[in-house]
């Protein structure tokens, strides 16, 4: 019987989680950004979800579940949470802008109404002045969008595909993205704004999903039970170290080889090890996606308000706190979810990137 939940893989997901939140903590513990590298784990979350897809649905699908309901079944678990994060942060852009801290240039229909109601159905931004893609989730919703591509070309026949195949889309999705990135100047890093979401956004997913998706098929094989098992917390805190490596400037080499040489191999390490992984991995698993969609508000809120005492220079005990409420908030979005799913919880393995708080001029009054 099929395997129906790694929890070495929940635990990549959450310490992913994390890079990203610290990730976005740019100016809050020190003078520029921390975890470098961390915007790297969407790739990984791509990966984590054609492989999670493949392992739950592959099977269904084959054997008469509808398209359209796995569409549905995917929605039904994906939006709930992320419309609970989705209203957090909208309640604060609206605060934020009615007060005069962002949004100087947009106009009140924007404001109240447009921004907050495609954010709520995750439609791209491309008409406010600011230039954000997603303004009430400073942009960290993309991956989100550029998944449901993935979601319906598997769902609509790809997961018929022989395994060579989705094996090929790996290595020459991920090719064509390797020039992308070293020919863009700013590494691999496309896909959070307007310009780029539909074009470099999509070519990280799809690759990445694909990949994961030949992990799942290969994972039972012979050779794949050849490969080491190592210690899920040492898998773990490499990923951390790799998130931290630093980035004075693009550093195209080095992220392609974190997307598809270290992220895959991290995965098929965990999944192999999966015996060894410690039960905490199941928490972090289940935090990971409700961090991703509460925590941009709140990094807004630190670096353009006086909220958290942040927005003027670094302040370490400040920062501590301003993580402290970050993780709380996603704590209390799970026990929401999980109350309301009959203590299910939520399993989405999804959690994006952007940069959050890169140039404040975007939202300068």
Not at 34 to 62: C, N, P, W
Not at 162 to 181: I, N, Q
Not at 347 to 361: A, C, F, Q, W
Request: one cysteine or more; a positive charge.
């Amino acid at each position: 019987m099929t395997k129906k939940r790694f929890l070495g893989l929940d635990g990549l997901r959450g310490v992913c989680a994390l890079s990203i939140l610290f990730y976005h903590c740019s100016d809050v513990f020190h003078k520029g950004p921390l975890f470098l590298h961390g915007f790297l784990a969407v790739d990984v979350f791509f990966i984590l979800s054609g492989f999670v897809i493949a392992l739950t649905y592959e099977e269904k699908l084959r054997t008469g579940y509808r398209p359209l309901e796995f569409l549905r079944n995917r929605a039904r678990r994906l939006f709930p949470t992320y419309w609970i994060g989705a209203a957090f942060n909208i309640v604060l852009f609206i605060s934020m802008a009615a007060t005069g801290y962002i949004a100087a240039n947009d106009a009140p229909w924007m404001i109240w109404i447009f921004i907050p109601l495609t954010t709520l159905l995750l439609i791209p931004d491309f008409i406010t002045p600011d230039g954000m893609l997603y303004p009430a989730m400073d942009s960290v919703a993309w991956s989100l969008l550029v998944e449901w591509f993935a979601y319906i070309l598997y769902a609509l026949g790809t997961f018929r595909w022989k395994t060579w195949a989705f094996a090929a889309v790996a290595l020459v999705g991920w090719s064509v993205m390797t020039v992308v990135d070293f020919h863009s100047g700013v590494g691999w890093g496309g896909g959070a704004d307007r310009s780029t979401v539909f074009s470099a956004g999509i070519l990280r997913c799809l690759p990445a999903f694909a990949a994961g998706v030949t992990i799942y098929r290969i994972h039972r094989s012979a050779f794949f039970q050849r490969l080491p098992v190592v210690s899920t917390e040492f898998l773990l805190a490499m990923w951390l170290v790799v998130a931290v490596l630093p980035r004075p400037a693009a550093t195209p080499a080095l992220d392609a080889v974190i997307v598809t040489i270290v992220s895959p191999a991290l995965v098929c390490l965990l999944v192999r090890s999966e015996h060894k992984a410690p039960p905490f991995c199941k928490w972090l698993g289940e935090l990971s996606y409700p961090l991703y969609v509460v925590h941009p508000g709140l990094i807004v809120l630190a670096n353009y308000t006086p909220v958290f005492g942040l927005w003027h220079s670094p302040h370490p005990l400040n920062a501590i706190v301003l993580v402290m409420v970050c993780l709380a908030s996603a704590w209390l979005v799970q026990l929401a979810i999980g109350r309301s799913s009959g203590g299910a919880g939520n399993r989405m393995p999804i959690s994006p990137e952007s940069n959050l708080t890169g140039d404040k001029s975007r939202f300068a009054t």
